[in-house]
């Protein structure tokens, strides 16, 4: 008798399936990561030319930027130089030459400013107004400790930075921050004879040249 036996092909048919499966996920996958590689090629196809002019127009601005930057430093010398009366200690300060310079000059007394100058870019703003001047210099008479004294006292409660600075082999002191009511800047005093020197930048955007130039030429006889 034939006996015929039926062949169970549940177990063999799922492995298959599974693997076309994988098959099939791993294809869509590929397709959509091809389609979105697509997409950006073509977009940087089409915009190619707005991408360079943008790109040229970027490093070019930073191109002129930087060579105007060495253009001002440049056309800030050879310096300009203002120096006092003999009786005043022939004090000299030198600033770039781009800067114009407004000065008093009031005869010594027992109180107040004897020199008061005032120095800015291109020309001298009106000195009623509120204008932060690049650089200011007094010269007064007043006591040197009492000064060193109030700055002190306002060191803690203002948060000033106060450190020592050498001229003319005189020590002084340097402050920084704000040095006066909505003035933040850098500020240095020295002790001549009976009076007071005081020069200092009522901005921080004239910190580098007053650190750089003024003070590096800055000099008188105690």
Do not use: H
Request: with cysteine; proline share 4%; glycine share 4%.
């Amino acid at each position: 008798m034939l006996k015929i036996k039926k062949l169970d092909n549940q177990g063999a048919a799922n492995p298959l399936m599974l693997g076309i499966i994988a098959c099939s996920i791993l294809l869509v996958i590929t397709l959509i990561f091809a389609a979105g590689q697509m997409s950006k090629v073509n977009d940087y196809k089409n915009n190619f030319d707005t991408k360079v002019s943008d790109e040229v127009t970027k490093q070019s601005k930073v191109i002129a930027d930087q060579k105007q930057a060495e253009f001002d430093e440049k056309e800030k010398a050879p310096y300009k130089f203002w120096t006092s009366p003999t009786q005043y200690g022939s004090i000299k300060v030198g600033f770039p030459k781009t800067w114009s310079y407004y000065l008093e000059l009031n005869e010594a007394t027992s109180s107040g400013d004897v020199i008061n100058l005032y120095a800015y870019p291109d020309y001298v703003p009106d000195i009623s107004g509120d204008t932060k001047y690049a650089l200011r210099m007094t010269l007064e008479t007043a006591d040197y400790n009492n000064i060193l004294d109030k700055y002190r006292q306002r060191s803690s409660k203002d948060g000033l930075e106060i450190s020592t600075v050498q001229v003319s082999n005189v020590s002084g002191i340097k402050i920084r921050g704000n040095i006066q009511n909505d003035v933040s800047g850098t500020l240095v005093v020295f002790p001549i004879r009976d009076k007071v020197l005081t020069v200092w930048t009522e901005s921080k955007d004239f910190e580098s040249d007053f650190e750089n130039i003024v003070l590096k030429n800055l000099s008188f006889i105690p």
